[in-house]
C-alpha cells in the first residue's frame, strides 16, 4: 500500500529552499505533487536550485527571491505565489543562518549580529505566517511548518534565543489558527549534511589540523544515539508529513529530529 500524502496541487512556500533541508523539502513535495515556490535572498542559487528540482521532479517550481527581515519583501512573495497558482497552504520556513551569528560568550557577543538574528529567523518566520494566515483562512486548510534548532533546549549559545522564542510562537499560533484547519508545528533538526555545515566542519578540521571525518565523529556521531550525522532526506521527511494530509492532527508540537543528539527528557 502507498501512502497518499494529500499534498497534490496543494501551493507550498519554503523559505531558505535553495539549499539544505529547504531544498530538499522543496524536492520532496513537488514529487508529490504540491505546487512549490522556493524562496530566498541569493537570486542566482535559488534559480539554479528551481531548475534541479523541476528537472528531477517534473513538478511546478517557481523561484522567488525574497529577503524575509522586510515586511514589504515577504508580501511581495506572498502576493506574487498567489497571482501565480492561486492561493497558498503551506509554509515551510527555512530562512535563517543555520547555527545562529552568535556563538560566543555574552561579553563577547555582538548586539547587531543578535538583532539581525532575532529578525531574519524570529521576526522572518513571524511574517511570512502573518502574510500567508488570511490565504489558508480563506481555504480552509493550511500547514505551517517551523524549522527552529535544539538550541532552544540547552544554554549552548545565545542563538537559542531565537529557537526558544519559535517554540512559544509556534504554539500560540497552532491554538490561533486551529480553528480554521491549520496545523502549526516546529522541527529542531540535528547535525545535519547540508552544504553549510560540510563548509563549516571542513573549515574547523583545518583550523585544528585535523580531518572532517574526525569533527564529524566529535559534533555528530559519538554524542548521538544513532552514532551519525544525519542526511538531508531525514530531516525533510518529518516536515513533509507534518505539511502532509497525514499529520492533520498533530499541532503545536515541538519535535526534535536529531538522531538522538538530545538527551533531555520531556514529559
Not at 519583501?73 to 530562512?95: E, R, S
Not at 511570512?128 to 493550511?142: I, L, N, V
Request: hydrophobic residues 45%.
Amino acid at each position: 500500500m502507498t501512502l497518499e500524502l494529500g499534498v497534490a496541487g496543494k501551493v507550498a512556500i519554503i523559505t531558505g529552499g535553495g539549499v539544505g533541508i529547504g531544498k530538499e523539502t522543496a524536492r520532496k513535495l513537488a514529487a508529490a505533487g504540491a505546487k512549490v515556490v522556493i524562496a530566498a535572498r541569493t537570486k542566482a542559487t535559488l534559480e539554479a536550485a528551481a531548475a534541479q528540482l523541476r528537472e528531477e521532479t517534473g513538478g511546478e517550481v517557481l523561484a522567488i527571491p525574497a529577503d524575509t527581515t522586510s515586511m514589504a519583501a515577504v508580501q511581495a512573495l506572498i502576493d506574487a505565489t498567489v497571482a501565480h497558482f492561486g492561493g497558498v497552504h503551506i509554509l515551510v520556513n527555512c530562512a535563517a543562518a543555520p547555527g545562529g551569528l552568535v556563538r560566543n560568550a555574552i561579553e563577547e557577543a555582538d548586539e547587531d549580529a543578535l538583532l539581525l538574528d532575532l529578525n531574519t529567523k524570529l521576526m522572518g518566520y513571524f511574517r511570512t505566517a502573518k502574510a500567508c494566515a488570511p490565504h489558508m483562512r480563506k481555504a480552509g486548510w493550511g500547514r505551517i511548518v517551523n524549522v527552529g534548532g535544539l538550541t532552544a533546549r540547552c544554554t549552548e549559545a545565545l542563538s537559542g534565543m531565537r529557537n526558544a522564542a519559535l517554540v512559544h510562537f509556534t504554539k500560540t499560533l497552532s491554538d490561533e489558527l486551529g480553528r480554521d484547519g491549520i496545523t502549526v508545528n516546529i522541527i529542531h533538526p540535528g547535525v545535519t549534511r547540508t552544504e553549510h555545515i560540510e563548509q563549516w566542519f571542513n573549515e574547523m578540521a583545518a583550523e585544528e589540523g585535523t580531518t572532517f571525518e574526525a569533527i564529524v565523529e566529535r559534533e555528530a556521531g559519538a554524542p548521538a544515539a544513532l552514532r551519525r550525522m544525519l542526511e538531508v532526506h531525514e530531516v525533510a521527511d518529518p516536515i513533509v508529513f507534518l505539511a502532509s494530509e497525514l499529520g492533520s492532527g498533530i499541532t503545536g508540537e515541538s519535535i526534535a529530529v536529531d538522531g538522538g543528539l538530545s538527551r533531555a527528557v520531556f514529559l
